[in-house]
């Protein structure tokens, strides 16, 4: 550490701290690796409370849904998440699909498509040998599509409603 204490000798902290150009991207990353290996954990335990002839449809339901939210995702839910727009939802075009975004954007996209999975994976557990596989997708779809990206925007991102009246959490993400 140098004498002032904004400043950081560390050849890794562009990579760690947030500047004003960028967010801390290796982090992001190392956190969405954490939420991928927290699926992981709940598919171990759904797999486990199955009988098990179904096991193996418990993990390819998982990777199917897994697969389904992180495309989701990119196409359509971080640009209405993140994007600017409308205090209700984002819709810049450049943002769909991550076609003209800064290159800081795709860690932080990594990160929050991994939470946007989550919610299928704990729903998908709670109808394990009742359900369709089709339906699992579908709710994949929507959880990742906007169930995910509506509150996401009006907390987290600057136009957003509840943003503007004081409730974006600083620090968290």
């Not at 991928?36 to 199955?50: P, R």
């Not at 975004?101 to 999975?117: K, M, R, T």
């Not at 596989?133 to 169930?147: D, R």
């Not at 009006?154 to 943003?163: A, N, R, S, Y």
């Amino acid at each position: 550490m140098s004498n002032n204490t904004n400043q950081v000798d560390s050849p890794f902290a562009p990579y760690l701290l947030p500047t004003e150009d960028h967010s801390p991207a290796l982090l992001e990353v190392f956190s969405g690796l954490l939420v991928l290996l927290l699926l992981l954990g709940l598919q171990l335990v759904e797999a486990g409370s199955v009988r098990k002839k179904n096991n193996s449809g418990v993990f390819m339901r998982g990777l199917a849904c897994l697969t389904i939210s992180l495309v989701t995702s990119w196409v359509c839910g971080y640009a209405f998440s993140f994007s600017p727009g409308h205090y209700l939802l984002g819709y810049s075009s450049g943002w769909f699909g991550l076609h003209s975004v800064p290159d800081f954007v795709h860690a932080h996209w990594f990160l929050h498509a991994a939470v946007a999975s989550l919610p299928s994976a704990i729903i998908a557990a709670c109808m394990s040998e009742r359900s369709h596989l089709t339906g699992h997708l579908v709710l994949a779809m929507v959880l990742a599509g906007l169930i995910y990206p509506l509150p996401a925007h009006w907390v987290w991102h600057k136009e957003g409603w509840l943003f503007t009246r004081g409730a974006g959490m600083r620090g968290v993400c």
